[in-house]
């Protein structure tokens, strides 16, 4: 691969790693990998200036723009700091601060990185009256109302003398222990765990209800003062102004002046960051003097007088003592590491995700081994070594397991996939329960009277077997001793009211291996009708976008067994939404077949997944990012500025609402 192929490959992955990072918060490799490969990046952009793109990631700062907020544009752009992880380039960083200000002192200021949402507060005349996310730098959103429930964040300044209009940027932080009752609770009512503090702070702040975040206890420290009148010439002696106004100021903070003052800072909080209430990262290092930061000045990206030192991932040593094995809703059969506990990023681990059998291999893992454990960001720790020196000698290897641990029947594992799956899928207790929590899912059949505990004691107690016997159940049966009438009622009708979901949210909710909801609706558009489904062919199904032949054969077992099929017809009998509507069908056109189609900006009359929803229904295909691939980019009101000017490179158009409404002939 050559250095131009190797350019290309990068900017796309770290495009999508910004991507999952950002906007999904769903961070798919750690912080120090991330910044490997976009040092990787910078350094063959600086060999290769020919091949320089305005739209590199090395030149932009991620996006956590959200359309369910109004987007405001910031006073001052919210740039990200440059990383670095050794001593060495915090070195070269204070020799380029010095170079910079033609060997004239300077002071540095040392802070704790923060690992949370980044947040804009804006006062005027002591009031808050905006908070504003860092979106993507330029714009971000409106959480001022979600904001407010924070209880560290003044809503207004203690009395004194503050100036009439500032602006105060910081973190919004989950505390340990917060998080821990948080995914606690998730834990026991067997929905997703958030991976760490930051996606639950950034999860709860964008939160529509105002009362969830009040009731996530979330906390914020603030870490950079601006405005037209402010108190002082220095950052430090800003912020120390602000403590004094109300606001919640990091104590570890300190001025220092040499390298070795840095080092030592670094050091400590390197070891004392254990024992903080909340996440840290890293550490932040500003020049403090505000106008030798504008000396300074900034990189496209980034300012000149500020860098973040980020700490490597923890990583501790403990006792393998077995490993168990869990079912998923698929069958797929998931090893787990169960250690001796052990202390790591402010948490007790006692459990590491082993992955697969593929990867036990790899690691070459015997029970009683002395394994590495590292938090790279993810709630369940992974096992990332072994220590060969200390096993003992009667160590005998992880042998993966070959039958259903909750069924007894006997695994298999299918061509392409890395799990093994127990196939019993008609007969395996993990296996229901977790089909007829999909089932009655939000995105599904809608079903939100129910939930894990409860289809847990309904199966328990013998009301239900598979999805079907949802619709058999009635307040008697529920009530039992008479206890809960109105929550029985409440049941019943929220089961009663699901035969009212669309087709194509039925076909999802059928939990068929493979076939997530957008190619749930995919399929509904293309057959029209369940009948039509359950009888296509492989030729058939591969003609829908995005169904392959793995999918499609799915589909294909799915509907030739005998218990699924008998599942259907009796949900059929049950008056469940089995075609489109008239309404839905008469929405369908071709108008925008073979069109492929992105969606940028805020929009007036119909929502961003409605937009989605009409470009599917036309025969178009909704994609993510600008290529030379994309026939038009459907552009709202705020349309980011990245995406504008990529698509006047590359000629793409851009078409308005009203002008879109115009071509499907709505």
């Not at 907020?69 to 070195?91: C, G, I, W």
């Not at 990206?301 to 003592?321: D, M, V």
């Not at 459990?351 to 454990?373: C, K, P, Q, W």
Request: net charge negative; with cysteine.
């Amino acid at each position: 691969m050559d250095d131009k192929q190797r350019i290309e490959q990068l900017r796309r992955e770290l495009h999508e790693h910004n991507y999952k990072y950002y906007v999904l918060n769903q961070p798919s490799i750690s912080d120090y990998d991330f910044d490997v490969l976009m040092h990787e990046l910078q350094d063959l952009e600086k060999r290769h200036p020919e091949l320089s793109d305005p739209n590199s990631p090395t030149q932009r700062v991620g996006s956590d723009l959200q359309t369910e907020f109004r987007q405001v544009a910031h006073k001052y752009p919210m740039l990200s700091l440059s990383n670095t992880y050794n001593e060495e380039d915090v070195r070269e960083w204070y020799e380029s601060v010095s170079k910079g200000l033609a060997g004239e002192p300077f002071e540095v200021c040392c802070e704790l990185k923060y690992d949370g949402l980044s947040i804009s507060l804006t006062y005027v005349d002591g009031q808050l009256v905006q908070a504003v996310t860092r979106g993507d730098g330029v714009q971000g959103d409106d959480v001022t109302q979600n904001v407010k429930t924070i209880q560290s964040i003044p809503l207004q300044t203690l009395p004194g003398s503050v100036p009439h209009e500032f602006e105060i940027r910081g973190e919004i932080l989950m505390p340990w222990a917060s998080f821990e009752r948080l995914n606690a609770e998730r834990e026991a009512a067997e929905e997703p765990l958030f991976a760490n503090p930051r996606n639950a702070a950034s999860g709860t702040l964008k939160s529509l209800d105002s009362r969830v975040v009040a009731s996530r206890q979330l906390d914020a420290y603030l870490y950079y003062l601006l405005g037209e009148e402010l108190p002082a010439e220095g950052h430090y002696e800003n912020l120390e102004a602000a403590r004094s106004w109300g606001f919640k100021i990091s104590e570890g903070m300190k001025k220092v002046r040499t390298v070795e003052e840095i080092l030592e800072y670094i050091n400590y909080w390197d070891v004392e960051r254990k024992n903080l209430p909340v996440a840290t990262d890293g550490i932040v290092l500003k020049v403090n003097s505000l106008r030798q930061q504008r000396a300074l000045g900034f990189t496209a990206k980034s300012p000149r007088w500020a860098i973040a030192y980020k700490f490597k991932a923890e990583r501790e040593q403990t006792r393998l003592l077995e490993v168990t094995y869990q079912v998923g809703r698929t069958g797929a059969v998931t090893p787990v590491a169960n250690m001796e506990p052990v202390q790591l990023a402010g948490t007790t681990v006692r459990r590491a995700t082993l992955n697969n059998e593929d990867f036990i291999r790899s690691l070459d893992l015997h029970i009683g081994d002395m394994v590495y454990v590292e938090k790279g960001g993810e709630i369940i720790p992974k096992i990332v070594g072994v220590n060969i020196d200390e096993r003992p000698i009667i160590a005998q290897p992880v042998q993966f397991i070959k039958r259903c641990p909750e069924c007894g029947t006997p695994l298999v594992r299918y061509e392409g996939e890395a799990a093994w799956y127990c196939p019993n899928d008609a007969g395996c207790p993990p296996q229901i329960k977790g089909r007829i929590e999909h089932f009655i899912a939000r995105k599904a059949m809608n079903i939100d009277s129910l939930g894990p505990e409860t289809v847990d004691e309904y199966y328990r107690r013998g009301l239900i077997k598979n999805v079907a016997d949802l619709y058999d159940i009635d307040v008697q049966q529920i009530n039992g001793d008479g206890s809960r009438t109105k929550s029985a009622q409440r049941v019943v009708n929220g089961i009663a009211k699901s035969k009212e979901v669309p087709f194509e949210r039925v076909v999802f909710a059928l939990g068929i291996r493979f076939v997530g909801e957008t190619s749930a609706r995919l399929l509904a558009r293309h057959f029209k009708s369940m009948d039509v489904l359950m009888e296509a062919g492989l030729e058939e199904l591969q003609e829908v976008e995005g169904i392959g032949e793995v999918m499609a054969k799915s589909i294909i077992s799915y509907f030739h067994n005998e218990e699924n099929r008998q599942i259907v017809e009796r949900l059929r009998g049950y008056g469940l939404q089995f075609a489109l509507s008239a309404e839905q069908t008469a929405q369908q056109s071709d108008c925008l077949a073979g069109q492929s189609v992105v969606i940028s900006g805020v929009f007036q009359h119909h929502s961003r997944d409605e937009y989605k929803l009409i470009i599917e229904q036309n025969g178009g295909k909704n994609v993510g990012s600008i290529s030379g691939k994309t026939s038009f980019i459907l552009a709202g009101d705020n349309m980011g500025p990245s995406k504008l000017e990529k698509a006047q490179k590359l000629g793409i158009r851009i078409v308005s609402e009203d002008e879109f409404l115009e071509m499907i002939d709505e």
